[in-house]
């Protein structure tokens, strides 16, 4: 019976992992190094899997179920949705930004005095952030690199309007993705060679289902999450109220990304605290009550019942893994590092964690033959 019973990490094993790693570190690497032009691409990818169910529903209701015509109905539908919100919402933005806006020349002319509460800030950054100063510094560099300093500015401009290409380009790959989107999933099952194609479409259909899982049931989650935001600061009465909210609910799409948010919220309510018409402190202990009493409900009322417990991983595995893939591969690292893990972990148990049952399904599966 021993006998029948084979050495899990055989030679052959071995150099499969070895080649394996060595094959990972190269993908992670052209990832890295490709990332700024590969990032405006895996947008679209996303932007495109997100928008395919709808493409799906809108086949069934077009003559014919023509899948371009599907395509410009869903194009048309959310643009028409932004529309509606930008013309619902704009109006107050403008005004909300012009008044802070003139609350900020009002100070910098010196039309309007300091607060009291406000002098020791500013005479700390006067002290320690002298103008003359700085004059000093900048008289002191060499003309050459003055020049250089020149010739670098329309180098970044060039470098501006070439990034501001690619993300306009990234609109035109959602478009050929979501029409071709059934072609491109066939076409990615022939790439994977006949002999590892079962295999090879197993790890596909688990990797969807993660995907699916995360990527849609967080998309629910960061939705109910910008509407008690929005809500929330509204009843605060900050200015900007509803574009801060929608950038808590986009920047929700990454777990524990959406309190860098409070840093923009702090500004606005520094800013808006100089009009005399309110205090910095309380109007910020207001907002900080509307996240911890958004972040309460997103996280043990909503979260379960619509994520559940599916993912399986531990908070601080969750921080680990965000530090780690956001590492690596930047921001598509840190939206992809969920849902990576998960699989990872389910990959590990799997196959080397348990080996022993691999091996009897494997007899079994002999046996059978």
Same mark, same amino acid.
């Given at each position: ?234 009843? !605060? ?7 801060? *909210?929608? +950038?808590? @609910? #986009?920047?929700? =799409? &990454? ?61 601080? !595995? ?7 893939? *956001?590492? +690596?591969? @930047? #921001?598509?690292? =840190? &939206? ?34």
């Amino acid at each position: 019976m021993s006998s029948r019973v084979s050495v899990y990490w055989t030679s052959d094993r071995i150099m499969k992992l070895i080649i394996g790693i060595v094959l990972t570190g190269v993908v992670i690497w052209s990832l890295d190094y490709l990332s700024a032009v590969l990032l405006p691409f895996f947008v679209a990818c996303f932007v495109a899997y997100m928008l395919q169910p709808l493409v799906n529903l809108n086949r069934k209701w077009i003559w014919h179920g023509s899948r371009i015509l599907a395509v410009i109905a869903t194009l048309l539908e959310v643009a028409a949705v932004i529309a509606g919100v930008v013309y619902m919402f704009l109006p107050s933005v403008v005004s909300e930004v012009n008044m802070l806006s003139g609350i900020v020349s009002e100070f910098s002319s010196g039309r309007r005095p300091m607060p009291e509460g406000y002098k020791a800030l500013f005479d700390y950054i006067d002290r320690y952030f002298d103008y003359g100063n700085i004059e000093r510094f900048m008289d002191l560099q060499h003309v050459d690199t003055l020049l250089s300093r020149g010739s670098s500015l329309v180098a970044e401009s060039l470098d501006i309007v070439m990034h501001t290409l690619e993300w306009l380009l990234a609109l035109i790959y959602i478009v050929f993705i979501l029409m071709d989107y059934e072609q491109i999933m066939r076409g990615f099952k022939l790439i994977i060679p006949r002999k590892y194609r079962a295999q090879g479409m197993a790890v596909v259909h688990d990797v969807e289902m993660y995907m699916n899982h995360y990527f849609r049931g967080q998309g629910v989650v960061a939705l109910c999450a910008m509407v008690f935001y929005c809500i929330g600061f509204s009843i !605060v009465g900050i200015p900007l109220a509803i574009p801060l *909210g929608i +950038l808590v @609910g #986009i920047l929700y =799409m &990454i777990p524990y990304f959406q309190y860098v948010t409070i840093i923009p919220v702090a500004i606005v309510c520094f800013i808006f605290s100089l009009g005399g018409t309110v205090e910095f402190w309380p109007e910020l202990g207001k907002c900080c009550l509307v996240y911890l009493v958004s972040q309460s409900i997103c996280d043990y009322i909503i979260t379960p019942h619509i994520m559940g417990k599916e993912m399986g991983l531990n908070p601080a !595995v969750i921080l680990l893994s965000l530090s780690v893939w *956001g590492y +690596l591969l @930047g #921001i598509i690292g =840190m &939206i992809i590092a969920l849902p990576v893990t998960a699989l990872i972990m389910t990959y590990y148990e799997r196959y080397i964690s348990n080996p022993r049952e691999e091996n009897a399904n494997r007899s079994k599966a002999e046996e059978h033959r």
